[in-house]
């Protein structure tokens, strides 16, 4: 079996721990740098010395899609499931957690040297009960993302930490494309809960927040103006949420599909065909396409979902970033604040083993990795890297906003609850008499789209600018004027202080 440079990499450094006497060892490299081939080579180096290894997964669904990997690469196994029968005179099993759970005071498989843990920042406790019971064996866990939200930290259960290449290491070396990120709504999540239990927000506050009209309007709009036509994976909050939007699409004449756990295996490959061929443009899913699928196809992701867990937030970007014949980039459409909320895949280039402690110490300073050096375009939404100037429409910018981290940027603005007065006519009207405002004082451009930010807390239309302007502002727009005026002369004022 060849393996990438990185790959045997890891392999080798995998090995000097255990050679250390370290037996539960984790490894971390994000997704798309062959991660199957490195745990594959694993088992058949385990299988070939006579030794018994097992593949396990954290879902029934994925051991066919792994037994699948394991048999085009040429690796004698068998499944444990219920419906397969297994072949007990083999040395590799692929196995679900839930089934070893029912399973594992009467199934005989042999006294395992190796086992393998796919997606391993998934169900902590389960892979300690695996360790508690097999004291012997080498446990091997890989993951992209090392973090989780409760429970049971990464360090609890695995002693070592085994680094891979870094997303830069990977997109230099033609592994992976780079990512182009637009923030297409700036999203105030205050009024989310979030569960005490999962330390992730509440789904039913999601689901209920998308199906309001400016949410999913808006996001049909920004994929017309940014990723029109391209193969997108839409990720909601909840199979309800999903349905809607994949209806939404469609309604808007935009060919789009739904699909969840729910959905037969067959049904789920046929509209993943279709998304690459371009019968369908968008392919809605709530969690289900966030780990253990690959489509390469993939030109475009769109986060519609919320979410605290930056693990959940980087296997969902890591889905764009496959590499694929005429693709050059990802480009990834912010709808839930996650950019704000997380940074890009440059802050997570360095891990370490996070033990239950260090993730409350570090959830009590609120020491979220955020992006110190990107920048939000205000008038575009484009995200970009050390530039006065925005690279895709050219807003210029000053040196207070340069200065500024990506999440302070202003943005359009959708609040938790969904209330809003926003009458985009009457919106239109006031830009305008902002706009002849300006013009009467000698304000320059960006005056009137602050202006008109501070007013509605979104961003103006791009198209307004070509609209001709009043001969004379309203007294309203002047009004508004004042008391921005005013506004800052209170703040000065109250600084000197």
Known sequence: MDLWPHQERIIEQARNEV???????????????????????????????????????????????????????????????????????????VISRDTYLRRKDWMNLGEPALIVIDEAHIALGIQQQIAEDWPRAVILGYTATPLTLSGPAMGDVYESLVHGPTYTELIEGGYLVPPEYWEAVRVDTSGFRVSRATGEFVQKDLSNWVKKGEVIGSAIDSWRRIADGLPTVVFAPGVAASKYVAAKFNYAGIPAAHIDWSTPEEERERYLRMLASGEIKILSNADLLSEGYD???????????????????????????????????????????????????????????????????????????????????????????????????????????????????????????????????????????????????????????????????????????NLPVPAKASETARNWAKYLQLRKIYGERKRKK
Request: glycine content about 8%; overall charge positive.
């Open 19 to 93: 050679m250390k006497g370290r037996r539960r060892v984790l490894i971390t490299s994000p997704t798309g740098s062959g991660k199957t081939r490195v745990l594959a080579w694993k088992l058949k180096s385990a299988s070939d010395k006579g030794l018994v290894a097992w593949y396990v997964v954290h879902r029934r669904q994925l051991v066919h899609q792994t037994s699948r990997v394991l048999s085009s690469l040429g690796i004698e196994h068998t499944m444990v499931m219920a419906g397969e029968e297994t072949d007990h005179s083999a040395n590799i099993y």
């Open 295 to 465: 489509m390469p196809e993939m030109r475009a992701v769109m986060m519609l979902a919320p979410t605290m867990s930056t693990a959940r937030y980087l296997q969902r970007l890591g889905r764009a970033l496959r590499i694929h014949p005429g693709k050059d980039k990802a480009i990834v459409i912010d709808h839930a604040g996650v950019l704000s909320r997380h940074g890009l895949h440059t802050d997570w280039e360095r891990w370490t083993l996070e033990t239950r402690g260090k993730r409350k110490e570090r959830k009590e300073k609120k020491q979220l990795k955020k992006s110190e050096k990107s920048i939000v375009c205000p008038q575009c939404g484009f995200v970009f890297e050390k530039r006065d100037t925005c690279p895709q429409c050219g807003f210029k910018l000053g040196k207070s906003s340069n200065a500024k981290p990506l999440v302070e940027h202003p943005g359009e603005v959708v609040r938790a609850k969904g209330k809003h007065d926003y009458d985009p006519e009457a919106a239109r009207a006031f830009y305008l008499d902002l706009a002849a405002y300006a013009r009467e004082k000698g304000y320059k451009s960006g005056w009137v789209y602050h202006a008109f930010v501070k007013k509605y807390k979104r961003r103006p239309q791009w198209e307004w600018k």
